[in-house]
């Protein structure tokens, strides 16, 4: 038996996520005493064989212009196949929203169990996950043949280790598979994806108005950060809705997350609590958003962040 990764890409490029899961992937594959292999869509056999860095022994790569844009029905059955030809038990792919569209498809197709948000390597049969909003842990064993693991994105970590992974080419029967017809993509500009993201700045209604937001964007370029908003931000057209980080919004897990005026509503925690440093700005000693913070600034945002920037500037000559 064997483990296999879904490795996603985009334009023909690996994301980070990718990278993180696939490390992960390797050590599930270790601790079952399995062989690692890898499956990818339209990608180089040179990008295929760098997935070796972090523990693929076998790529599938898939040239199929099908799987050149997302379909979760497609891409299932592709998957579903990649798995039934390494012969392997258990699946493992990012919780993205890619992974979290196709995944459970990939589930029905190998009469798999599923979990999803996994944090943790599995021990034997069982994966722990986060729940109620990241406050406590749940442990789910699996009682199925087959399994299907998404990990949540940023909460692993890459690991790399080192080598060079084999590629062979793979040929999925997609025939006959209703598919979408994608008309249109558009994308969001900007720098590294919030999801992505190691360092996030982060800003809301404490700012009074999108005209204040070139101190935000500053210090964000200056940390070579991402930049995000809480939800009445986005909802008043301040900032785009793609930046907004939240529970009805993206869920981030960034090394530093700066938030800069906003209070702290619990459905916004939902989204950030899994950072690893959280670092809060708010005049209203009395904010929540200070229990939750590991360092916290009491003082109105037009005065600190401008002297950060000041601080970052001198500290960067």
């Excluded at 899961?21 to 990608?43: E, H, I, M, P």
């Excluded at 099908?66 to 039934?84: E, H, K, N, R, T």
């Amino acid at each position: 038996m064997s483990v296999l990764v879904f490795a996603e890409s985009f334009n023909g490029a690996f994301k980070k996520s990718t990278f993180e899961v696939v490390s992960y992937a390797k050590r599930v594959a270790d601790a079952q005493g399995d062989a690692l292999t890898a499956v990818a869509f339209n990608v180089s056999d040179a990008e295929a064989a760098e997935l070796g860095k972090y523990g693929a022994s076998n790529v599938l790569n898939v040239s199929n212009d099908a799987l050149s844009g997302f379909d979760s029905g497609i891409y299932a059955a592709a998957v579903a196949q990649a798995a039934q030809q390494a012969g392997a038990a258990t699946v493992v792919v990012s919780n993205t929203p890619n992974g979290k569209a196709f995944a459970p498809r990939v589930a029905v197709k190998l009469n798999a169990g599923i979990v999803s948000g996994v944090s943790e390597v599995p021990t034997g049969n069982t994966v722990r996950k986060p729940v109620f909003s990241g406050k406590a842990y749940a442990d789910f064993t699996f009682n199925t043949e087959h399994k299907v693991i998404a990990i949540q994105p940023n909460s692993i970590g890459i690991q790399e280790f080192g080598g060079s992974a084999s590629v062979e080419a793979f040929s999925p029967s997609l025939d006959g598979i209703r598919g979408v017809t994608v008309r249109e993509v558009k994308s969001a500009g900007g720098g590294v994806p919030l999801p992505e993201a190691e360092l996030v700045v982060s800003a809301g209604r404490g700012l009074k108005g999108p005209e204040n937001w070139g101190m935000i964007e500053e210090l964000a370029d200056l940390l070579g950060a991402a930049t995000a908003c809480s939800r009445p931000v986005a909802d008043t057209h301040w900032r785009p809705h793609h930046e907004h980080v939240g529970q009805t919004g993206v869920a981030i897990r960034p090394n530093l997350y700066i938030a800069v005026g906003i209070s702290g509503a619990i459905q916004h925690l939902a989204g950030v609590n899994q950072s690893k440093v959280i670092v809060v700005i708010n005049k209203d000693p009395e904010a929540p958003f200070f229990k939750a913070a590991d360092y916290g600034i009491v003082g109105d945002a037009f005065e600190v962040v401008p002297k950060l920037i000041d601080a970052f500037k001198a500290s960067a000559n």
